[in-house]
């Protein structure tokens, strides 16, 4: 445990555990003890002189990891791309190394050993301790083989376990002497990252397809989709994986954790902890959840550009960063789980059930008139929800339930008593085989529940009067692969609504414990129907309300229309209309009643992510029965305009140009604009203190690219009257031989002597 | 959340949550908030003189509960047991109330419900609002009936649902005027628990044998096993469920560990939470747990008699008390389940394995000599542990995985980052089916892991030289219903031992991610033997050591005799004998080699529960094979002798005297001497400053029995030389009626004046 963590948080032993535990648990990569330089034989004598008895056998002059980013280590494990000067390599996946000895090496007669350790109290038969033999005759783990040796120079392969621990090994060379063990120190330029491997058949999170592979990856930008079911809204995040520092910032996050190493190795595990790890709750992890839309002690989750600076922040002292919102949690996540190696994405469910505990029934409580009761109405709908896939096997679970899994960082009211969940079989949810762990039942609300609108009645009772089954979870959305297309994967989760397999899955989850409403309340003879409607900013606009009536008797219904600003929680913030028009329909006919509503209506009370929801409801005079409709309308946003000028060359000075004209007809003041690439630009930020109306705001900011490649530069403008403006631009800087002085600079690597 | 909590503990929304919930999750039972007693109907014209036009409409004058211990309720409800005031009764079970109106009841026109509200911000759809009405026209969850009507008093019948939360419901008497809903105010007297109700087939906690019931749910005295696997001792303990306090201190944890109301009416969800809120870990849970030997700052684990205690001194703040090992927390948890009406019972696992993360593989590594490294081995079988056994369904998994669920709060290093397990299925188990929540491969591994010893060579490299797999897990033991005697249950948790099933059923787990050692070591030729041993403690004993020659030649061996005092845990405190003997057998014969040990070599070093443990290893001159074998051996101790004398009468004065006689050669000081009988006696407790060698220890403490019937009283002494002496005696007091006292005494419950 680094000394730089709060005690209190640190996973302590009971009071008074010598009687309990031989060793405490080792669960911290940063936790190192150096293996001694000399392990004596017990028995064996002690040589009294020290050079001329040791100088006849075998000693380690060199050893070199080959891990520029031109060796065939980075190359052939994918691991170039990370700004990290060590070696990093992948499980299941042979890896050089080169050994310079005092003398050639005698096969039959020399006995020496590469040891990996990590963590605390390193023991083999925890797999925290891994002595590789030049021949595979021992009982070792990974697999070492000689592949060359010419004069003093030995190339040796390695293959670590397709399950070894993930993390930061320190390695050291152990040779036998008849006294003794002799062992190199500690260097940690020696340090060796050993990552998951998507590429290796053997490893638990193989993912077949090139192009996802890329994607799920080594991609380190991407799309997160938000907005309304009909009217869909996305931004651009730098998920910055491979950026400086983001990997030892990952294994950082898993010992504030105390994840035991001896669970590192599995994927399962390790997407549980992190997805606890990621919110701040319970256990001081990584981001702080704000949804009041004031963030005047940190960063508006709107105004975020990307992961980098979240994680370089938290890996400084593990103090949680202000603040996120389920988007952000998401996108961390998934820096997370990439940088590790885990293929990732994160998806958009539109209508999102939510707090919900695995009940399939969300209460919206109307009056005696029709009129939503607020006070008892407490359930909400999100308008949208991101969390993340990882894909691996589930050797815990029966087969055919590997694959994507869902994970969610973001924290729950109600998932199982801690705040976080997963990973649960996306295949599982499909087939309503929600009793597999973990947290299934709960995934498997987001995107089935009904809506059920209640009447409440003069002493007290409810009477359900509508459901509608086809509301929640209406469509599942991430980045297609390889291009910047949406792509829908709602059919990964749910069979087709009012399909046979739909309606056996939910009876199959509802033996599984799932609550729901059973009864079906009568079917009204009249329709409400709100058609979609898009706006943007700052306009007037107008609410359409449709009535159909299917009876064969004329209709009059005393309607009542609500109009409030929410949260992308689907949670009110304001009511900013409302109206009671009387609407009147002939048998089997439709009429329609158009409500105006004006910027100065709204305008002053947007909440972030600018959503407006209409619910309206009307009592028939004839029957007494209730309709009602519900609209969300994200409202469009202003874009940001990003230009790039200069040389698009690795290690040149360029120039990126954020623009933004104030179209409104009021202020913006203190306005935060962050802009960033992965691999071209660290993120930067600028506030401007006003931006008047009908003036323009521009600010270019200097940046050299380190890595050749398509890239994407990600800009955001944010303040308290207007969240999340997004803007981006596209960057594609030539591969990186063009440019001489980098080659220069990233082969410097000499053979690193060790004696 | 009551005011009496640690402000940090609170379940806190996020920071500012505004945006995100409508109304925070309610967790708290003791959470209360007053419903209005007048609610106005929506437009109604208010009243403006009171009592002319209120005084025509139906008005309550007398509620009872039918609350006394003879009344129908408690009895037919099997909660008169319960020192507790109110009324109590269970899920899916008809009780009886009695309403005395100003008038006689009208049906036709007057509206009334009886309401039940538990929690803050109660709501009909969540079931923390139960309007419950005379007639089921209604949509209502609870069923009413009128049972009776008699001029103005009208005898209604209420019948919870089944899944009602489980918990103190307040209670108020609605009726509907004109103007609104009037309500009788909040009266503390009439506030209502609703418990499981084992006994109806409806419940998910139903079990169908009247004896087990009786003994799993009602009894409050029980048998916890220990000692070691072929040397078992056994204590009494009071589990004290009915005592009074105790339901409202069961009510308490779950509120602490704010367990959202609404998962109050789920066994799983309940059993879940508080086996992470028995141990401190996490949440400031009941118990803290302590293996050090050192319990200066709080009452050794081994001096408790029962639950009443700690129970009482938890709900008096919440603070931890100090302090527990794994049979206080099983014994604890015990008195929470069945106060709450779930059926439970403490099993004890002789051979435990522990701390090993679904690992199938206990290493114990030895040198090259054969000789125990202690340094290198790391993992401790547990002589014995013990957790506890709850009975329900389990509608969160596939037909056929409910009845006997392992739930275990002693905190594990490694049970998925939580101190919390189970509930486990036990049939799941014992078929492998690992994959089903929750954290059945932890339980799985308890009782089904292999031993393996390692020998450790020169370089390093470890070689797998014996296996034991019939080791760990070896008995599985509880109390019989309706008697003192043992019951084993091993088979219910695993396959006869080498049968055709226990090997599909290992495969089947190691499928599932369990890891196992695959190879088999090669069999050694001679075979090591430690015959069991009786030893009282402060004796001089012999250990024998059995050396069997499988082969055809002629064999010596290097011995090494290794005696440690060990805790319960199996971790070695000190090594108190170790020898080198050497053995000579010839071929296909036996020969023996008797070790003497003193007891002034063990006496000093004692920790509690008094285990020596002997692993005797020896290396095979001819062959260099390793041959080993292992013995515990629990020390029989002095007993506590206990005695009742004076009348047995309810509510008439008694007395118990509790006796002990030093016969060991040193002062036993600081003794600590608690008795306790439930029913009977509240938990008293006195420290004797000496106990000179020779001497006898005499405490007589007078006591008054509240309760007829059989119970036992609960003896124990302990100090630092001598741990756990434990002592009992059974008392029977004569049927209740025979003492007139008792009975005015009880039945003295008016009715209960609302106005």
């Known amino acids: 445990m680094s000394d730089s963590q709060p005690p209190a948080r640190q996973p302590r032993l009971q009071v008074g555990s010598r009687g309990r535990t031989v060793t405490p648990v080792a669960s911290s990569n940063a936790e190192a003890e150096d293996m001694p ?12 002189g020290f050079g001329p008895n040791l100088a006849e056998f075998l000693d380690i002059w060199a050893l070199d990891l080959l891990k520029g980013v031109r060796d065939i280590n980075k190359q052939q494990h994918h691991t170039a791309v990370y700004s990290n000067d060590n070696l990093i390599v992948r499980r299941a996946q042979e890896f050089q190394v080169k050994i310079t000895f005092n003398r050639a090496y005698r096969p039959d007669e020399d006995r020496f050993a590469i040891e990996f350790v990590i963590g605390s109290s390193p023991q083999f038969s925890k797999g925290t301790y891994i002595p590789v033999f030049p ?115 990952c294994l950082f996050i898993m010992d504030k954790g105390a994840l035991p190493m001896t669970n590192r190795g599995d994927p399962v595990k390790i997407a549980r902890k992190a997805s606890a790890m990621l919110n701040c709750r319970d256990d001081d992890g990584v981001l702080v959840g704000n949804w009041s839309g004031d963030y005047m002690y940190g960063v508006a989750p709107t105004s975020w550009t990307g992961s980098v600076d979240i994680l370089l922040n938290y890996n400084n002292g593990g103090v949680p960063v202000c603040y996120a919102q389920c988007w952000v949690y998401a996108a961390v996540f998934n820096t997370f789980l990439r940088c590790l190696g885990m293929p990732a994405r994160v998806v958009t469910n539109y209508f999102s059930a939510h707090d919900n505990d695995g009940n399939l029934k ?21 308008n949208y929800h991101c969390w993340n896939e990882c894909f691996m096997t589930r050797p815990d679970l029966p087969d055919g339930f590997g694959g994507w899994q869902v994970v969610d960082a973001t924290p729950q009211e109600t998932s199982d008593g801690m705040y976080r969940c997963g990973p649960a079989s996306v295949h599982a949810i499909k087939h309503g085989m929600i009793c597999y762990p973990f947290d299934s039942p709960f995934v498997f609300a987001e995107v089935n529940s009904d809506v059920v609108f209640y009447q409440r009645n003069r002493d007290g009772s409810l009477i359900p009067v509508r459901k509608n089954t086809q509301h929640v979870g209406r469509l599942v959305l991430t980045k297609a692969i390889g291009t910047d297309e949406r792509r829908e994967i709602t059919e990964t989760y749910k069979f087709p609504e009012g399909s046979a397999e739909e309606r056996t899955v939910l009876e199959k989850a509802e033996l599984y414990g799932c609550q729901r409403q059973r009864e079906d309340p009568p079917p009204a003879d009249v329709e409400l129907i709100l058609p979609a409607l898009e706006v943007q900013v700052g306009d007037d606009f107008e609410l359409t309300v449709e009535l159909k009536n299917h009876s064969e008797q004329h209709r009059t219904l005393d309607l009542y229309v609500s109009g409030s600003v929410v ?20 048998p089997k006919s439709v009429s329609k009643k158009v409500v105006a509503v004006s910027a100065k209506e709204y305008m002053t009370r947007l909440v972030e992510q600018a959503n407006l929801h209409f619910i309206v409801t009307g009592k028939v005079r004839e029957t007494g029965q209730i309709a009602t409709a519900m609209l969300t309308v994200a409202m469009r946003k202003p874009k940001l305009i990003v230009k790039v000028s200069g040389s698009p060359r690795v290690r040149e000075e360029m120039f990126v140009t954020v623009e933004f004209t104030n179209n409104f007809k009021f202020d913006l003041k203190d306005v935060d604009v962050r802009v960033e690439g992965p691999g071209v630009m660290t993120p930067h930020r600028k506030v401007h203190g006003l ?39 596209c960057t594609e800087i030539p591969a990186w031989y063009t440019s001489p002085s980098y080659f220069i600079s990233f082969c410097t690597e000499g053979l690193a002597l060790l004696h």
């Open 37 to 48: 330089e000399f392990e004596t034989f017990d028995g064996a004598m002690t040589p009294r």
């Open 135 to 249: 021949n595979d005759e021992k009982n070792t783990l990974w697999k070492g083989r000689v592949i060359d040796t010419s004069d003093n120079v030995l190339t040796m392969g390695i293959t670590p376990m397709p399950d070894s621990i993930v993390g930061k090994y320190r390695l050291y060379v152990a040779v036998q002497t008849p006294f003794g063990i002799r062992r190199t120190s500690r260097d940690p330029s020696l340090d060796t990252y050993v990552l998951f491997n998507p590429w290796a058949k053997e490893d638990a999170v193989f993912l077949e397809d090139e192009a996802e592979r890329k994607e799920c990856v080594m991609n380190d930008v991407g799309i997160i989709y938000h907005g309304a079911y009909d009217d869909i809204s996305e931004r651009n995040w730098s998920f910055g994986q491979f950026e400086f520092g983001i990997l030892d910032a």
């Open 362 to 382: 969300m209460d919206i409580i109307l009056d005696e008139n029709g009129k939503v009761d607020r006070v008892h109405t407490k359930d909400s709908i999100w």
């Open 567 to 586: 949260f992308y929680t689907g949670v009110p913030s304001t009511e900013v209309i409302f109206k009671r028009p009387i609407l009147s329909v002939g």
């Open 691 to 729: 931006i008047a109306p009908g003036t323009t705001m521009s600010w270019t900011q200097s940046f050299s690219p380190w890595r050749a490649g398509p890239s994407k530069l990600v800009a955001s403008l944010d303040c308290a009257a207007l969240r999340q403006v997004p803007g981006f631009t």
